[in-house]
């Protein structure tokens, strides 16, 4: 049984989306997200390359790409973390190589990953004003909020 | 309770896309704890490719690292073809090919030079970057530079590989082949390397699987990943190549891994430019369409990958870049405590991460900040360890 099918099975309510044999994207609500990525990795032995987060106007969309080298697949689950909250399960606790992956993804985007062992800066230097999130799509409302943050 | 010290190296090295600042704690010579800083060379790349046009983001992606500057435009461009299913004329996907894996040989090669010269064997470092020199000269003759080719586009490559240029790259590769068959004798034969290398720095498979760590750190470590061979791309399902794993996970099989992959690579290129037919180098792509993508490329130090996601403009609305190193550089903290300070130099380049950082190591006195050991000392330190090795195995 292919991996995808055995996903399938324990998780019926999954909305999959196959683009084309090599890239798979699963949608999932943020529970049903982090259960596919455990379920994928521990069990299926599938390796987490990387996540992706993207800014949009709802939330934060979050992709974990999951390389499953065994068939040539790369499955991607995707989910959204509602704004203004952020908040979302780390699977670091889980799966140890997330660490870094999910520490540039709060510093970046301000998702806040509960659970998770040690969120401090990463990339941005230590002086960098908190709140501001480099890689959001509109970081200030107005000259005026900038100026603010700036002083 | 013996005192604990503090060892910082770096931050700063210009070579990489990386820069590091490694802490170590040691008690006497033994390492019993490291923190690992990055960051101070962030340039925020992924947010300047957003304002970019998709041709564009190609130079910006190729200008993240300078050693392996093809693997992340080859990732991008996989990543854009993958949005509306580009194909790819024959010839574009041989050239891929080609370039990557020449870069393969000459990033290993670079590294093998650095390596040996950290262990005192200053004659591998003058050997393997002397051969490395050919194969930088055959990527100014087919691109017209030695770093940043600028070789791929989406939908192809922008130069071909002209008939001329052959017999110069056929010489350089048999050249190669030649001293790392050479070296890797050598290598193994070497009591005091053996016993050097050896045991050193072990990363255990279930570490390394936890960590996630790809490319020739996994590989040494017993875990059989390769991106040319699971998720076959461009020209690599068309040639014959091995797959080469070891399953000490210590820096004398990671040493091993590389010398073996560049010969691996010069077997690939041969059979490329003799499959390789003529045709058409560009697909010449009009639009990219709306959707996502994702790319992989075996770099030389492991999976990169990008995922790009289009709106239907000129420009991408995201753009995700993961280099090898972010995956390796965190694993290193397990290789690293309980050896001595002599192999921390070592233990770190073998992730091969970046190498300048050792150039910046100095030992600070936590009490006084007084400097004790400098980046030469640390060097000079490794370089002793193996003299004593010497002198043991020959007397």
């Known amino acids: 049984m292919s991996i995808l099918e055995q996903v399938k099975n324990k998780f019926s309510q999954l909305e999959v989306n196959e683009k084309n044999p090599k890239r798979i994207y699963l949608n999932a609500d943020n529970e049903t997200a982090k259960a596919v990525v455990l379920y994928l990795f521990h069990d299926l032995k599938a390796r987490l390359s990387t996540i992706t987060g993207l800014d949009s106007r709802p939330g934060v969309e979050l992709l974990y790409h999951l390389a499953v080298d065994s068939e040539a697949k790369v499955i991607t689950v995707r989910t959204l973390v509602a704004k203004p909250e952020l908040l979302i399960a780390s699977v670091t606790p889980e799966i140890p190589a997330a660490e870094w992956v999910e520490r540039e993804i709060a510093e970046m985007l301000g998702v806040k990953f509960t659970g998770h062992p040690n969120l401090a800066t990463l990339l941005l230097p230590d002086d960098w004003p908190a709140g501001v999130y480099p890689l959001r799509k509109q970081t200030f409302e107005s000259k005026q909020e900038l100026k603010e943050i700036e002083n | ?395």
């Open chain 2, 1 to 395: 309770m013996a005192k604990e010290t503090m060892i910082p190296i770096g931050p700063y090295h210009p070579l990489l896309e990386e820069p590091e600042f490694f802490k170590f704690y040691v008690e006497g010579e033994k390492i019993v704890d490291a923190e690992v800083r990055v960051g101070y060379n962030h340039r925020g790349v992924e947010k300047i490719s957003e304002g970019k046009t998709f041709d564009q983001a190609t130079f910006v992606v190729e200008r993240i690292c300078g050693i392996c500057s093809t693997s992340h435009p080859f990732a991008y461009v996989r990543a854009v073809e993958d949005i509306s299913g580009i194909v790819l004329p024959e010839r574009a996907e041989y050239i891929r090919t080609i370039i990557g894996d020449l870069e393969r040989i000459h990033s290993h090669l670079l590294w093998v030079g650095l390596a040996g010269h950290f262990i005192g064997y200053n004659t591998v470092f003058m050997w393997a970057w002397k051969y490395r020199e050919p194969v930088l000269d055959m990527f100014e003759i087919i691109s017209g530079n030695r770093n940043h080719y600028n070789m791929f586009k989406v939908g192809g490559v922008r130069r071909d590989i002209k008939e001329t240029d052959v017999p110069g790259l056929l010489k350089a590769i048999d050249d190669v082949e030649r001293f790392c068959g050479m070296l890797l004798k050598a290598v193994i034969d070497d009591p005091v390397i053996k016993a050097r290398l050896k045991n050193v720095g072990i990363l255990k498979k279930e570490d390394a699987i936890a960590m996630g760590v790809v490319g020739p750190v996994a590989r040494a470590s017993g875990i059989p990943i390769d991106v040319r061979k699971d998720h076959p791309y461009a020209a690599y399902d068309r040639v014959n190549f091995e797959r080469i794993v070891m399953d000490g996970g210590d820096v004398f099989n990671k040493a091993a891994i590389r010398l073996l992959e560049c010969i691996e690579s010069t077997k690939i290129i041969r059979q490329c430019l003799k499959q390789m037919p003529a045709g058409p180098i560009d697909a010449a792509v009009r639009e990219v369409g709306v959707g996502e993508g994702i790319g992989q490329h075996e770099a030389p130090r492991g999976e990169c990958i990008h995922y790009v996601r289009s709106n239907g403009s000129n420009y991408p609305e995201r753009h995700k870049i993961r280099a090898p190193s972010f995956m390796n550089v965190p694993s290193f903290k397990l290789t690293v405590i309980g050896e001595s300070i002599a192999d921390a130099a070592l233990i770190t380049a073998a992730v091969d991460p970046c190498y300048c950082c050792t150039e910046r190591m100095a030992i600070v006195d936590r009490e006084s900040d007084r400097v004790l050991l400098t980046g030469e000392e640390m060097v000079r330190l490794s370089q002793a360890k193996t003299e004593k090795l010497k002198q043991k195995c020959l007397y």
